[in-house]
């Protein structure tokens, strides 16, 4: 059984985002880079796929520059058995159709029964990426998976819905699925895996190659929210604060919607 | 005006008798101050982990001077981490001594009782065994503790022989296919939990000091062999310390650990290791130190400022930063040396010294750091002091680091 | 400028969402039309064409049939934008129809300036100003970003739409959450109670209005360790670190080793008869009362929402 795992490396969320004038992402130098969270996930289901199956070979995907095979290593650490570096210094200016372009042309002829991808990445957060790819290659897709069963050729899996309910959902394979957290528990890459991971193979293929698709949207600006201001203070009457209050949260954040 | 070959100049590639410290070279290689992507996953392994898994209940089982073996030693097995440096054919990982001392200190910067049950297991125990026991002791003892199917500890002080090893009063008389031990050791780690042990005797009572003494495997269990007090101690709580007391207790003769008569050489090896083990455990408890200082001044406010605006803070939170800094270089340094079998008694001796006095000083700065509070045990600071105070002292003080040091600059 | 919404239906309801994306319309004086599947019984009031599919046919889950049922609506309607909620919904079916189209979908938007759409980045630390290539672009609108439009009573004119594409999933159902032991770091509103509650007894009180807001209740140390609140909900240094999108603290007066614990909180709102109360530093909203008072009128307030 052949398993695609698309992942991407991100920067750790805690670091301190700095922004050069005329920047139209983030800077890069001086951070700290990680496997995206939700694509961690999605690597733990395709080694447990694997598990269960007996005979699979699961690729791990992604697309960037150099530093990028680091994270890759984690994944082959983790249970994936081969890796596919798409070399591109320019991966981050690339929208979701971009992305999922060079991702269809590599696993067009194939052949791959299940296609795993984070539901969302976390520093772009476009979550179109699954669909995007199911979508070119003619595959049925379902996100943001928080279950995952596969037997005998159909899979049955649960999307996660707003308020923690959850959609059942079966599909024919092949299939593409795109993970949300919580799925699973993704291992700890063993420190004796980390060192077998080193004699897996790791290719790399130039963007060039893959890329077919020209990018449809591009960013114009990239700029830090405003501060919140200095606190309010309220005082007053018991009825009309706590109407002053519930405006406020209507208005400032999205749990009174 | 002494030549210049017996003068240590520290520059890279100079040819000394001395080993130089600051060498990371060999051969033509260039210095590289990076550590490879195994050595980075690693490290974000363990400190996962350790973040994850093991910080959460520092504090409480350090109050409780509780050991939790199935979090301490059991998951360490799993992640691999009990046999980092020996051969995969013995159960090991086949990594190297850098990430050794990446694991220990990861796991030190949340829970110095946990770095030290690695490395007292690792160094103190398993070590010994990969370098002087024959295939057969390799085979039935290295193999489970690199695996992490068992515990290991390392049995040489008495309370007549700390610092002078050739104290020793513990005796083991040969009978037949058998030794008989009698005597007592103090100060164990990882005793009574541990089911193998390294443990020193005096097999010839004729011989002087540190002549005549021998290394032995002891199994727990094997009768005669039993363990006496558990310390109550200022620091490092959760890790186990005990003594251990033989009583008669026969072993084969084939558990003896190289020849008779070696044992002090085996210790001193032993040692040699153990310091790097013991050099990261202090630099993780200051690295945690220092971390916790600092994030502490950017949020505490004192006359409406950050205190960590002010510059008799900053000026604290510098040298902490510098100090670990220059230790943790002094330690990889040892590692590479005793990866690339590069002669490192001297590198590992100033590197257990400078992270051990590092980790003191920036303990004791991180409670003053973080004041009243850090006077509490609500705050993991004062934890951190106490749990530094013993990498002064245990698996050769730092008089004795002094002196493997300034011995060698004299000779 | 024309827009096509998006609306949703989920177990046998048609979900508010909807008066968000008109509002949104509205705020850019947009001609609109709306797509959903779903039953004639509940339908949004709005002047204009409402395409509506059956959901007994459809499902309510079964992207390839819905995406082929709005090829239909846009094919009439010729929109310029076709806007979807940014809900589990809309972000799986979005990027198929854009796809399908040829158009460029810009996922969660909070605002629309100077000709593009804004957009958050690294957990919100940062924003995008996003614009579309194409000529008709499709959105996905994050939810509370945009007020939602005033109640119209004007009735849709109902277009029915149909369509054989046979579904590539199938859908089978809904299974309700699972009830699990809390934990604090995955709730989105957490209501905290500190010492000021008084007594154990107010702790109700506090988690009263923690279910009105649909999340979860916690506590500062000394609650915890007068054993009024378990370990488990203990938010600070000793206890959990937590970053909900909205977190209440009641009675708690913003010592050290709270603050640790909940400091990056999206939006924090303290309640505290103590104007100079510390916590009002990096609260939001200090609201000057005694909770005992205000919580249960606030929680009542929520609850007849």
């Known amino acids: 059984m052949k398993i695609l795992v698309c992942m991407k490396q991100v920067p750790d969320m805690e670091s301190k985002f700095k922004l050069s004038p005329g920047a139209l992402w983030y800077d890069t130098a001086d951070l700290a880079w990680r496997m995206n969270e939700y694509d961690e996930y999605a690597v733990e289901q395709a080694v447990r796929l694997k598990e269960q199956v007996g005979s699979g070979d699961i690729t791990v995907l992604s697309i960037g520059p150099d530093r990028i095979k680091e994270t890759m290593k984690k994944a082959l650490a983790m249970g994936c058995d081969r890796g596919v570096q798409v070399a591109d210094d320019a991966a981050m200016a690339k929208d979701p159709l971009a992305i ?41 897709c379902v996100t943001t998976i928080v279950d995952f069963a596969y037997n005998a050729g159909e899979y049955l899996v649960k999307r996660e819905l707003e308020g923690g309910v959850r959609a059942i959902v079966k599909v024919k394979g092949p299939a593409v699925f795109t993970c949300q957290l919580g799925l699973n528990t993704p291992r700890y890459p063993t420190l004796p895996n980390i060192m077998k991971a080193k004699k897996k193979e790791l290719l790399t293929v130039p963007v060039a190659e893959l890329q077919k698709l020209a990018g449809q949207q591009e960013t114009t600006r990239i700029f830090f929210p405003e501060k919140k201001g200095g606190g309010l203070v309220l005082e007053g009457e018991i009825g009309a604060l706590a109407d002053q209050l519930i405006a406020i949260l209507k208005d400032k954040t999205s749990v009174l919607a | 005006m002494p030549r210049r070959e017996e003068v240590p100049l520290l520059l890279p590639g100079f040819k000394t008798n001395l080993t130089s410290p600051a060498a990371f070279f060999a051969g033509d290689k260039p210095m590289n101050f990076e550590l490879t992507e195994e050595q980075n996953l690693i490290r974000d392994m363990v400190r996962e982990f350790a973040e994850t898994e093991v910080a959460p209940t520092a504090r409480i089982r350090d109050e409780e001077e509780r050991f939790d073996r199935a979090l301490m030693f059991d998951r360490l097995a799993e992640l691999g981490l009990t046999g980092i440096v020996f051969p995969e054919e013995y159960g090991g990982a086949g990594a190297d001594y850098i990430s050794y001392a990446i694991a220990v200190e990861e796991l030190s910067r949340v829970c110095a009782s946990t770095g030290v049950t690695l490395s007292a297991h690792l160094s103190l125990c398993a070590n010994p065994i990969y370098l002087f026991g024959n295939e057969e002791q390799k085979q039935q003892f290295l193999a489970p503790l690199a695996r992490g199917e068992k515990m290991g500890a390392f049995g040489l002080t008495e309370p007549s022989a700390g610092t002078d090893a050739g104290g020793t009063r513990t005796t083991a008389v040969k009978d037949g296919d058998s030794y008989i031990l009698n005597g007592t050791k103090i100060f164990i780690t990882n005793a009574g939990e541990a089911e193998t042990y390294v443990v020193f005797a005096r097999t010839d009572k004729a011989a002087q000091k540190h002549h005549g003494i021998s290394a032995f495997i002891v199994e727990k269990n094997t009768p005669g062999f039993t363990f006496g ?18 009583d008669n207790c026969r072993i084969p003769a084939s558990q003896l650990l190289g020849e008779e008569g070696m044992g002090f050489k085996v210790a001193m090896k032993t040692l040699d290791g153990g ?33 960590a605006r002010f510059q008799g803070i900053q000026f604290q939170l510098a040298d902490m930063a510098t100090q670990i800094e220059a230790a943790r270089l002094l330690v990889y340094s040892a590692a590479y040396k005793a990866s690339h079998g590069i002669s490192y008694s001297q590198a590992s001796a100033m590197a257990k010294l400078m992270a051990s006095e590092t980790a003191m000083r920036v303990t004791t700065q991180a409670v003053q750091v973080l004041g009243g509070y850090g006077y509490t045990r609500e705050f993991p600071v004062e934890r951190m002091m106490r749990d530094a105070k013993i990498t002064e002292i245990y698996e050769g003080t730092s008089e004795v680091q002094r002196l493997v040091i300034g011995t060698a600059l004299t000779k | 400028m024309k827009m096509l919404l998006v609306a949703e239906y989920r177990d046998g309801k048609l979900l508010g969402s909807i008066n968000e994306l008109l509002g949104f319309a509205a705020g850019m004086a947009a001609e609109v039309a709306v797509f959903l599947v779903g039953k004639d019984d509940t339908l949004p009031k709005f002047a204009g064409r409402l395409y509506l599919a059956e959901v007994e046919k459809h499902l309510e889950y079964n992207p390839d049939g819905h995406k082929a049922l709005l090829l239909q609506a846009v094919e009439k309607e010729e929109p310029d934008l076709i806007v979807f909620s940014h809900s589990s919904y809309g972000w799986d079916l979005a990027p198929r129809l854009a796809f399908a189209l040829g158009a460029s979908q810009i996922s969660e938007v909070v605002a629309v300036e100077g000709g593009g759409f804004i957009v958050p980045a690294c957990n919100a630390k940062l924003r995008r100003q996003v614009k579309s290539l194409t000529k008709g672009t499709v959105l996905t609108l994050q939810v509370g970003a945009f007020p939602a439009a005033d109640n119209s009573d004007t009735p849709p004119t109902v ?17 309700a959450a699972a009830e699990g032991g809390v934990d604090l770091t995955k709730a989105g509103v957490i209501v905290s109670a500190g010492r000021g509650i008084g007594k154990p007894e107010n702790v109700a009180i506090i988690a009263a209005l923690a279910a009105a807001l649909g999340g979860e209740y916690g506590a500062s140390r000394p609650v915890v360790d007068a054993q009024w609140v378990e370990h488990n909900r203990q938010v600070g240094t000793t206890g959990q670190s937590v970053t909900p999108k909205l977190y209440v603290a009641c009675g708690i007066s913003g010592a050290i080793q709270h603050l640790a614990g909940m400091k990056k909180s999206e939006f924090i709102v303290a309640v505290n008869t103590d104007r100079d109360a510390p916590i009002g530093e990096i609260a939001d909203v200090l609201v000057v009362a005694d909770l005992k008072q205000f919580i249960p009128a606030l929680t009542e307030k929520i609850r007849s929402l």
């Open chain 1, 100 to 140: 999922a372009g060079i991702i269809a042309e590599y696993a067009r002829s194939r052949d791959f029964s299940c296609i795993f991808t984070g539901m969302q990445s976390q520093d772009r957060g476009s979550g179109q990426v699954g669909p995007l790819l199911a979508e070119m290659l003619g595959l049925p």
């Open chain 2, 229 to 246: 007090k558990k310390e109550q101690k200022m620091g490092i709580r959760s890790s186990p310390t005990m003594e251990l007391v033989f």
């Open chain 2, 275 to 307: 310091r790097i083990g013991i050099a990261s455990q202090a630099l993780g408890i200051a690295q945690g130190a220092m971390e916790a200082a600092v994030n502490y001044a950017k949020e505490r406010k004192q006359f409406d400022t950050p205190i």
């Open chain 3, 159 to 175: 277009v029915p739409i149909d369509t054989d594409a046979a579904p590539l999933v199938r859908f089978q159902g809904y299974e």
